[in-house]
């Protein structure tokens, strides 16, 4: 064993990662992290007080420390938030490992998290909004992907199973 985690699950919010990750685990019989609650846990609060109160770029340097620590100690199934491929340093700490990337088109997207009520900035386009999140993001979920396994007409089970055959 080299230790770090077996499967490291990105892609955009909606996209069934942490569904798919606990499907994982279960499959594999390992733990399940994610980061977004790891932070959470540390910080005692809610994610969107995070950005509200100390802002964006403050969060991902939250988030990059909550992806050093996991991938550093984690041997299991590990999810990232969906925005966590944005920072340079979280992409660099995710060389060399085992990275699906959960892809989902932008019809998919507005059909499966819409207009969230918690998730203003999808509140205002939709539609647009998300063409606007996946152009910025998609080439990022790419490059530290080893694979990428499409979830718009598959279900959890499905797409745990693609993710373990490509790996
Ligand atoms: C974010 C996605 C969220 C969470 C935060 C920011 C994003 O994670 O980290 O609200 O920028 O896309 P999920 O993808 O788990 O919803």
Redesign the pocket.
């Known amino acids: 064993m080299t230790g770090g985690p077996l499967v490291v699950l990105v892609?955009?919010?909606?996209?069934g990662?942490?569904t798919v990750g606990g499907v994982l685990a279960r499959r594999l019989g390992v733990p399940y992290r994610?980061?977004?609650a790891d932070i959470v846990a540390a910080q005692g609060r809610e994610?969107?007080d995070i950005?509200v109160d100390e802002g964006?770029p403050y969060?991902r340097e939250l988030?990059r420390a909550a992806v050093a620590a996991a991938v550093a100690e984690h041997t299991g199934v590990l999810?990232l938030?969906?925005?966590?491929v944005?920072d340079g340093g979280t992409r660099a700490l995710l060389a060399g490992l085992p990275v699906a990337y959960l892809s989902m088109d932008v019809e998919e997207a507005v059909r499966r998290v819409g207009l969230g009520a918690a998730r203003p900035l999808l509140a205002v386009n939709p539609r647009r909004q998300w063409r606007e999140?996946m152009e910025a993001r998609r080439h990022l979920y790419t490059e530290v992907a080893r694979v990428v396994v499409a979830t718009d007409d598959r279900t959890p089970e499905e797409v745990a199973q693609a993710v373990l055959d490509a790996l």
């Open positions: 892609g955009p919010m909606g996209s990662k942490s994610d980061t977004d994610i969107s950005f964006e969060f988030e999810a938030g969906g925005g966590a944005l999140l």
